[in-house]
């Protein structure tokens, strides 16, 4: 089974300034891992994912994550959030043989002016 | 794109009641699933369904059933409705690895 944590609940972030949003995971296989975004009253929309090769890498919206093996950390990052930004983000995971996602208890990220 | 829909995006039943989740893909997708979305919680995967006719619970399964009798449509069933299952109902397709979630539904049982 896999399980999925992430540090912090709420995160207040003033615009234009970096935001940092921590996921650790814990699995007994390999596993695909995943961040999502909600906008207020929508569904999830991913922002980027890891299969393999590269551990940093790019999504949409200027994000970024860094996967760590060793950590078993997948941390999600912007180096300057705007006011839409705002949002809830989940972290999940996947193993490479298995249709279902486990999701973490989700992020919310609050960009004030 | 990919687009995935639910039947509605607020919804109130009465405890004891009989309801019906409807969700439906428009890119021949074969895996779907049903999620409930709790604060504090994340998103726990109630059933999902890997091909038609095929179903297998998933971590929260108890008080809910599903069907799906053609391939864009999976549907989500309350029984019996109760208080606690008041929450937020996502449902999702599944195609190289990525799940595309529809906009939710707001399920509220008094």
């Known amino acids: 089974a896999q399980s999925v944590t992430q540090l912090d609940s709420q995160v207040p972030v003033f615009e234009e300034a970096p935001v940092e949003l921590r996921c650790n995971y814990s699995s007994s296989v390999s596993v695909y891992l995943f961040w999502y975004v909600q906008y207020p009253n929508q569904g999830l929309q991913l922002l980027l994912k890891y299969l393999s090769g590269s551990t940093l890498v790019k999504g949409i919206n200027g994000f970024e994550a860094e996967f760590n093996k060793s950590q078993t950390s997948f941390h999600l990052r912007k180096p300057s959030v705007h006011i839409s930004d705002t949002a809830e983000y989940f972290c999940a995971v996947s193993p490479l043989t298995d249709y279902k996602l486990s999701f973490g208890a989700g992020t919310t990220v609050t960009v004030r002016a | 794109d990919v687009k995935v829909t639910q039947s509605s995006r607020y919804l109130v039943k009465r405890t004891g009641e009989k309801v019906f989740l409807e969700c439906v893909q428009d890119?021949?997708?074969?895996?779907m699933f049903w999620y409930r979305q709790d604060p504090g919680l994340g998103l726990r995967l109630i059933y999902f369904s890997y091909d038609v006719k095929m179903k297998e619970k998933g971590d929260i399964p108890e008080g809910y059933s599903v069907s799906r009798e053609k391939k864009e449509r999976f549907s989500l069933i309350l029984e019996s409705a109760s208080t606690n299952q008041t929450s937020m109902y996502l449902c999702?397709?599944?195609?190289?690895?990525?799940?595309?979630f529809g906009p939710g539904t707001r399920l509220t049982v008094l």
């Open positions: 999702a397709s599944r195609q190289n690895n990525e799940q595309f």
């Open positions: 890119m021949d997708h074969e895996n």
